[in-house]
């Protein structure tokens, strides 16, 4: 049995494997807990991850229908006050009234499953259906968004799985646009679906889980009749590691893969990359790992 035969592929794993193939491998295969920090700005972090999460909270409270003058009469730090007022602007300009926030939908693709977790799904009178997705960490320009997992994922599980917005039909890949919203700066990215586009997005994500279930299907470890597959996270790696050895410095898996203790910075990170998904850390497991 293949140890991926039952795996939800979200787009946060499949972009830990584009960027580490070990690092999918060590944190969705062996399910390694492994004690380091992300980046070495442990307060800078948390405090970012904190109010991010916070603003989704009060868009979200807004999408249900909560009117804005009570959310904003809540807000106490400055800067978010300044993404809320960016955000009411800019929502009642660009957004329709219909809206459907945090929605997880799951597709089929060759076999397999793809789930997305949508923080915004809008559509319009004319029937066209938006994906919005809220960012409050560092601007992004097109060009590095376009690559990312998320681009390619979202619209395709909605083209897939998204008939009920469409009143039980399909929607057509050309009526769905996925638009990053940055809170920093106040901007919008936006990517138009087609259908070209949609068949390249599947061949591409249908390649890629095929290249991941060779690797598992070829490299498991050997076991007898009576004996349960081997789980010592110490043993040999099939999955190769990165190399652009510039991520190994925002991945809790460092010093597991030799590649160095401290963490770096997050003034180390280039503007066109983002720090890795939390790997969230069971301390009461911690005894389990071999120093």
């Given at each position: 049995?293949?140890?991926?035969?039952?795996?939800?592929?979200?787009?946060?794993?499949?972009?830990?494997?584009v960027?580490?193939?070990?690092?999918?491998?060590?944190?969705y295969?062996?399910?390694?807990?492994?004690?380091?920090?992300?980046?070495q700005?442990?307060?800078?972090?948390?405090?970012?991850?904190?109010?991010?999460q916070?603003?989704?909270?009060?868009?979200?409270?807004?999408?249900?229908?909560?009117?804005?003058?009570?959310?904003?009469?809540?807000?106490?730090?400055?800067?978010?006050?300044?993404?809320?007022?960016?955000?009411v602007?800019?929502?009642?300009?660009r957004?329709?009234v219909?809206?459907?926030?945090?929605i997880?939908m799951?597709?089929?693709?060759?076999?397999?499953?793809l789930?997305?977790?949508?923080d915004?799904?809008?559509?319009?009178?004319?029937g066209?259906?938006?994906i919005?997705?809220?960012?409050t960490?560092?601007?992004?320009?097109?060009?590095?968004?376009?690559?990312?997992?998320?681009?390619?994922?979202?619209?395709?599980?909605?083209?897939?799985?998204?008939?009920w917005?469409?009143?039980?039909?399909?929607i057509?890949?050309?009526?769905i646009?996925?638009?990053?919203?940055?809170?920093e700066?106040?901007?919008?990215?936006?990517?138009?679906?087609?259908?070209?586009?949609?068949?390249?997005?599947?061949?591409r994500?249908?390649?890629?889980?095929?290249?991941?279930f060779?690797?598992?299907?070829?490299?498991?470890?050997?076991?007898t009749?009576?004996?349960?597959?081997?789980?010592?996270?110490?043993?040999?790696?099939?999955?190769?590691?990165?190399?652009?050895?510039?991520?190994?410095?925002?991945?809790?898996?460092r010093?597991?893969?030799?590649?160095?203790?401290?963490?770096?910075?997050?003034e180390?990170?280039?503007?066109?990359?983002?720090?890795?998904?939390?790997?969230?850390?069971?301390?009461?497991?911690?005894e389990?790992?071999?120093?």
């Open positions: 049995m293949n140890p991926l035969d039952e795996f939800i592929f979200s787009q946060s794993a499949l972009q830990d494997y960027d580490c193939p070990r690092r999918f491998e060590l944190r295969l062996r399910e390694v807990k492994w004690p380091a920090l992300e980046t700005s442990v307060i800078e972090f948390e405090e970012a991850m904190q109010r991010g916070e603003f989704h909270h009060l868009l979200h409270q807004h999408a249900l229908g909560v009117p804005a003058k009570v959310i904003e009469a809540t807000i106490r730090d400055a800067e978010m006050r300044l993404w809320w007022d960016a955000y602007v800019w929502q009642a300009e957004l329709p219909e809206r459907h926030p945090e997880t799951t597709a089929a693709i060759g076999g397999r499953l789930m997305a977790k949508y915004l799904i809008a559509r319009t009178a004319e066209e259906i938006l919005v997705d809220w960012k960490g560092r601007s992004k320009r097109p060009g590095a968004l376009a690559s990312r997992m998320q681009t390619l994922v979202y619209p395709f599980v909605l083209a897939r799985a998204g008939d917005l469409n009143d039980g039909a399909p057509p890949p050309d009526r646009r996925m638009i990053y919203w940055f809170a700066d106040a901007r919008a990215v936006e990517f138009t679906i087609n259908a070209e586009k949609l068949a390249a997005d599947e061949l994500l249908t390649k890629m889980l095929d290249e991941l060779a690797w598992t299907t070829d490299n498991q470890q050997p076991t009749s009576n004996q349960q597959p081997a789980t010592d996270n110490r043993q040999p790696f099939a999955f190769p590691m990165t190399e652009v050895e510039r991520r190994c410095g925002f991945c809790v898996y010093s597991l893969c030799n590649r160095g203790e401290a963490a770096s910075g997050l180390a990170l280039e503007e066109e990359e983002e720090l890795p998904a939390p790997v969230t850390l069971d301390l009461d497991a911690l389990e790992i071999a120093f």
